[in-house]
């Protein structure tokens, strides 16, 4: 099946620095790829979509300054979180789709827990 | 808006017992529905999703879902629960013309041996 790396699964920084998340389909070409943020025992919230060769499209609320996104290929996608504050702490999930229709399944990465000290 | 809710934060069950975890949505039109599994400190898994047609929709691990329009519901069940079942359960919405998925809260799936 297809599959999404996402790299790193975890990450501790200094409040102050930056910190960048790295969402790769491994053996498919992703049109569209997702960014969601899981607090503890809450849901996903998306917070950014992202097409390859494309600007970023932001959720309302989102930092687009914050949270920068690029989907520079179709098999990559990163999300830095600059200058991360401790609230930025949190559970970070990509997930990519071949293309923007509902027949193309979401796959999603691992996630990644960014904790900031 | 769209939007997604599952009642029940947490539900305990024996191994080899009934599964029935509830979803209610809000959405003006024909909904896309999908229900994902989610084991700890991992990504999510798709168990099984509603487009259209048969309202009864099979899926993966022995997971089923059922589509009701009159009660806005897609209810997930599984005949007998294994102990690997055990994980967090998320019902999800299409919204609207794009592909984007609105996330209800979960439900945590505990399993007694």
């Known amino acids: 099946g297809a599959v999404v790396s996402q790299h790193p699964s975890w990450v501790i920084c200094k409040s102050g620095t930056s910190v960048k998340i790295e969402c790769r389909s491994l053996?498919?070409?992703?049109?569209?790829m997702f960014w969601y943020r899981q607090f503890p025992k809450q849901s996903l919230m998306l917070m950014a979509t992202?097409?390859?060769?494309?600007?970023?499209?932001?959720e309302q609320g989102v930092e687009k300054d914050k949270f920068l996104i690029n989907h520079a290929s179709l098999t990559l996608s990163t999300l830095t979180v600059t200058s991360a504050h401790p609230e930025d702490s949190s559970f970070y999930i990509c997930?990519?789709?071949?293309?923007?229709?509902?027949?193309?399944?979401?796959?999603f990465g691992n996630g990644t827990r960014l904790t900031v000290t | 808006a769209q939007s997604v809710t599952q009642p029940d934060i947490h539900i305990t069950v024996s191994e080899g017992a009934s599964l029935e975890l509830r979803c209610n949505y809000s959405?003006?039109?024909?909904?896309?529905l999908f229900w994902y599994v989610q084991s700890p400190g991992q990504g999510l898994q798709l168990l099984l999703k509603?487009?259209?047609?048969?309202?009864l929709v099979q899926g993966i691990k022995g997971f089923e879902a059922e589509f009701k329009r009159s009660q806005s519901s897609f209810n997930l069940r599984k005949p007998s629960v294994h102990w690997s079942d055990a994980a967090e359960y998320f019902c999800?919405?299409?919204?609207?013309?794009?592909?984007?998925?609105?996330f209800g809260t979960g439900t945590r799936l505990q399993v007694f041996p």
């Open positions: 992202s097409n390859e060769g494309s600007k970023a499209t932001y």
């Open positions: 999800a919405v299409g919204a609207g013309n794009t592909d984007k998925l609105i």
């Open positions: 997930s990519a789709a071949r293309d923007s229709s509902y027949n193309s399944p979401l796959h």
């Open positions: 053996d498919f070409q992703a049109t569209t």
């Open positions: 509603y487009f259209s047609g048969d309202t």
């Open positions: 959405y003006g039109a024909t909904p896309y």
